[in-house]
């Protein structure tokens, strides 16, 4: 027993540092792929060049690259990768005999790169994998005649990648936050069915109905703790994988209507057209759940389950419509106005409560559809971004998502350009120089560039530190061996393994020495050079890391958390525009005096690109190594606002898409959603400004009784029929000033955080009087938290192959 426990010790940790045993999976392929492909090259088909660039070829296509999702679609984008490094390396080796040619190549072709992943989660995922086809080929010297060779090479690793992916250890196909939604959803539903039995009279036990509660609560407890796992979002880029994210937020938020909507013990009895809202919604929650599990049923039990509940909404409507107060009449004693106001809000309160619910639940069975119609995309379909059928045309949602960030402030456009620059930049003193083995100065320029001037600095000595402790180990090992090649075959595999298990369980010093170490055997095998193949990396690693600490200098140097206060800025403010112009489109539609006002579409486009490009910046602020200088839950409830915001506006805008709006002059009810519509647009203002670092975050804003007086006495005058009757304008108005007025409530849970973050997210890390505390200290494996305050405890996040999908962001090239 005593001899067993170091194994299962050394399990133990295994297990803990490479969760899921992701990167032990990638290695073990590696080291097995590698080796061979490289053996077939150099010792059976005689030919060093076509070695070089199998082994090369099989890091990049088994280390670097890990396509997820079921194992058709991750063969398919594994023949598509092959297919393109194919035409890189063609095209790096026509480049590389020109050093102006192959820097402007390198330029266009990394930025195309880098830029394209916006598009395409298959290509973002593949990042790395693409420059590298390009760097070995453009960096190494050759003439036409030799391009038969480095692709016979690139093609024998891709198509070992190939067989190795579907034969050698095949990962399961695993979506955890998809399982937690699913669950989320059905809990959810199941506490809305509880809820309106109880408001119905329906007798159940206080134990029952507890343990339902807890069981939503958990369930989405559970969903939220999965997202927040890891400092990385638990899921890839897809259209499939975007609609599942932000069900996280929309069954958040769904969490709270049903909470803040739920039947109070000594209430009076339930309103039955509300409680009909509730069921449907509850049978749509369902209907989602199981379509989310299984995407490729059909969708029509879930379209069933929307029109019911959109029935259910018209009848809720009228019902309201008919219990509107109505004007005293001339000559009787009218109520004091604080009464009147609490008695007209209490009669529409459940009213609003049914209808906010429904809207979120149709946003979340939306994303399901969406979803699951990404799912029965074609491979061709998603590799290109195609949007689902009925969603968006066939090129409208590429383009889409690229112009959304081509923006000055979007992280990604940025860290394209960065890349593409710093790349170009090496490419350019490899080549002047005239360095042996050219294209480690451009690995070495690509694993260290990160999102400002100190991460680069940071991984620019990590990287140093790392090589330098592979080349003594090297060269120790080498000084041992000799020239015995069977030995070094015989440490090729292990060693292979190492360098792709270390840089995700270790660190990514200890990935850099791996590699180094793997390269002085591969070399040695090839040509035998003793230690000094190490000192010659050491030294092209140093070159590169010094182009790329250039470059990150020269380039948006303050990193992702000053990104991040940008992109919140623009994103409330965008937002909230949107939610003022959806409801000027309503005061347009339902008033007479006014021209009719289009659809708010630039808005809410304006409004959904900056959310886009938040998520960039959001995902940029989680990979950034090092603690968090503002601690995650705070972070996230800002960006969480932002959904709150989006979905208030896509709320007031459904609302007034009617045909069926009533004629008459709404003047002073106009008026009055107006004024307070401008005050609320007013405060986010002020509110982005400060995330921006223009001044100090405003404190939430006060409930106007006042004002709500002055818009019950509007709709109960203005907003009457000929015959006297309320109209189903008049709901709608109310509806429209309480999502105006949920956009108030928000302002409380977003203040406390803003105040925590607003000085962390906008500070210059590049201030003199800070710089180089922060580089130390962060040296040490800590962030240097601001003045006052503690740091985060958010964990240091270490690189993990493959690279990060977000350019310039977390390239683990070792």
């Given at each position: ?134 760097i070995l080929p453009v960096s190494l010297a050759g003439p036409a005649s ?12 891709s198509g070992a990648a190939l067989l190795a992916i579907g034969l050698l ?646």
């Amino acid at each position: 027993m005593a001899a067993k426990r170091p194994q299962i010790g050394l399990w133990h940790w295994l297990r803990t540092h490479d969760p899921g045993l992701r990167a032990l999976r990638r290695a073990g392929r590696a080291a097995i792929v590698m080796p061979a492909t490289f053996a077939l090259g150099d010792r059976v088909i005689g030919s060093p060049t076509l070695a070089t660039f199998a082994a090369f070829g099989s890091f990049a296509m088994l280390l670097l690259v890990d396509f997820t999702g079921p194992m058709r679609d991750r063969l398919q984008a594994q023949a598509a990768l092959s297919v393109v490094c194919g035409a890189f390396v063609c095209l790096g080796t026509l480049a590389s005999n020109s050093d102006a040619l192959a820097t402007v190549a390198m330029a266009i072709i990394a930025f195309a790169v880098l830029f394209a992943g916006v598009v395409s989660s298959v290509l973002a995922s593949a990042t790395t994998s693409l420059l590298l086809s390009f760097i070995l080929p453009v960096s190494l010297a050759g003439p036409a005649s030799s391009i038969p060779y480095r692709l016979a090479g690139w093609g024998l690793a891709s198509g070992a990648a190939l067989l190795a992916i579907g034969l050698l250890w095949p990962a399961p196909t695993r979506e955890p936050l998809r399982g937690r939604a699913i669950e989320a959803c059905r809990a959810l539903a199941m506490r809305l069915r509880t809820d309106v039995a109880r408001a119905m009279g329906a007798e159940s036990s206080p134990q029952e109905h507890a343990a339902v509660v807890a069981r939503a609560e958990a369930a989405v407890g559970a969903l939220h703790d999965e997202f927040f796992a890891t400092p990385n979002r638990p899921t890839g880029l897809s259209t499939a994988a975007r609609a599942i994210v932000r069900l996280v937020d929309e069954l958040r938020w769904l969490r709270a209507i049903i909470v803040e909507s739920a039947p109070r013990p000594a209430g009076s009895p339930g309103d039955r057209f509300a409680c009909a809202v509730k069921s449907a919604s509850a049978s749509v929650l369902e209907a989602g759940a199981d379509l989310l599990d299984m995407p490729r049923d059909s969708r029509d039990r879930l379209q069933d389950a929307l029109l019911a509940q959109h029935q259910a909404l018209l009848e809720l409507e009228q019902a309201t419509t008919r219990r509107l107060p109505a004007p005293e009449a001339a000559g009787t004693q009218r109520d004091p106005s604080e009464q009147r106001i609490e008695s007209f809000v209490a009669s529409l309160d459940p009213s609003f409560r049914a209808q906010e619910l429904s809207f979120v639940v149709s946003q979340i069975a939306a994303n399901v559809d969406l979803a699951a119609a990404a799912e029965r995309r074609t491979w061709l379909e998603r590799l290109v971004g195609r949007q689902p059928e009925g969603l968006a045309g066939r090129l409208a949602a590429t383009r889409e998502r690229a112009s959304a960030h081509v923006e000055r402030h979007s992280v990604w456009l940025h860290n394209s350009v960065r890349g593409a620059v710093a790349l170009a930049v090496a490419v350019l003193v490899a080549k002047l120089t005239g360095v042996q083995h050219a294209f480690w100065v451009v690995f070495g320029t690509l694993s260290v560039l990160r999102s400002n001037a100190l991460s680069i600095g940071e991984n620019a000595l990590r990287g140093l530190s790392g090589t330098v402790a592979g080349f003594i180990v090297g060269a120790a090992l080498v000084a041992l061996i000799g020239t015995n090649t069977t030995v070094l075959w015989l440490l090729l595999p292990p060693a292979v393994l190492l360098a792709g298990l270390a840089p995700a369980a270790v660190s990514f010093a200890a990935g850099q020495g791996a590699f180094t170490l793997t390269l002085l055997i591969l070399f040695n095998i090839l040509e035998p050079a003793g230690w000094r193949i190490g000192l010659v990396r050491v030294e092209d690693v140093a070159l590169g890391s010094a182009v790329s600490l250039v470059v990150g200098l020269l380039f948006w140097p303050r990193g992702a958390g000053a990104a991040l206060g940008t992109a919140l800025a623009e994103a409330y403010a965008d937002s909230v525009r949107y939610l003022s112009g959806a409801v000027a489109f309503g005061m347009g539609r339902c008033d007479e005096c006014l021209p009719s006002r289009p659809v708010p579409e630039g808005e809410a486009t304006r409004a959904a690109a900056a959310a886009r490009r938040l998520d960039d910046a959001f995902r940029g602020y989680l990979a950034e190594r090092g603690a968090k200088p503002v601690p995650l839950a705070e972070v996230t409830s800002l960006v969480n606002g932002v959904a709150g915001l989006r979905i208030a506006g896509d709320a007031v805008l459904d609302l007034w898409q009617h045909d069926d709006l009533a004629g008459g002059d709404r003047t002073a009810a106009r008026r009055e959603l107006e004024a307070a519509t401008e005050l609320i647009e007013g405060w986010y203002d002020g509110f982005a400004a400060a995330l921006a670092g223009r001044g100090n975050v405003p404190e939430p804003m006060p409930r106007d009784g006042s004002a709500d007086a002055r818009l019950v006495e509007a709709v109960s005058h203005d907003l009457r029929s000929s015959e006297g009757l309320a109209t189903a304008t008049a709901v709608r108005m109310i509806w429209t000033r309480d999502h105006v007025d949920a956009a108030r409530r928000l302002q409380a849970a977003l203040v406390a955080p803003a105040k925590a973050a607003s000085v962390a997210l906008t500070a210059d890390p590049l201030h003199p009087s800070s710089a180089w505390q922060h580089f130390a200290v962060r040296l040490a494996g800590r962030s240097a938290p601001p003045a006052g305050r503690a740091a985060a405890t958010v964990p240091a996040e270490d690189s993990e192959a493959p690279a990060s999908l977000v350019p310039g962001e977390g390239f683990e090239v070792p």
